[in-house]
């Protein structure tokens, strides 16, 4: 009966060394693999950086004002003043229908109700 153990237990001791080795692998890997996408992540963050840093520069008050100037023939673009924007009171918002009301008498009552049970109906 022992030697039948010690095998069993060396079985198990080779089969739990091969899967802490496989693990072991697959967990370096893993690392691998996010050490990679943290590096992609800072170069995109980087990027994102430099777009915004541009558009800044490309959208400053200046510039576009000289772009305006530059082109008026072509775009007729004028300053806003404020008296170009309308009041909430111009606004014309759509009238809502209200529901037909009709007189207590033509609708019925609430005592009119008719009943429908089945020895009413004779069955």
Do not use: C, H
């Not at 996408?37 to 994102?48: K, N, S, V, W, Y």
């Amino acid at each position: 009966m022992r030697p039948v153990l010690y095998v069993l237990s060396f079985l198990a001791l080779i089969a739990l060394g091969s899967w802490a080795y496989r693990e072991n692998y697959a967990t370096q890997a893993a690392l691998k693999e996010v050490r990679v996408l943290q590096g992609t992540i800072a170069d995109l963050r980087e990027a994102l950086s430099v777009q915004r840093a541009e558009w800044a520069y490309l959208n400053r008050p200046d510039r576009l004002r000289d772009l305006v100037a530059l082109n008026f023939d072509a775009l007729r673009l004028l300053p806003m003043e404020p008296w170009q924007f309308g009041s909430p009171a111009q606004v014309a918002y759509p009238v809502p229908e209200l529901p037909v009301i009709a007189p207590p008498g033509e609708a019925g009552e609430l005592g009119d109700v008719q009943s429908t049970s089945a020895t009413d109906e004779g069955l």
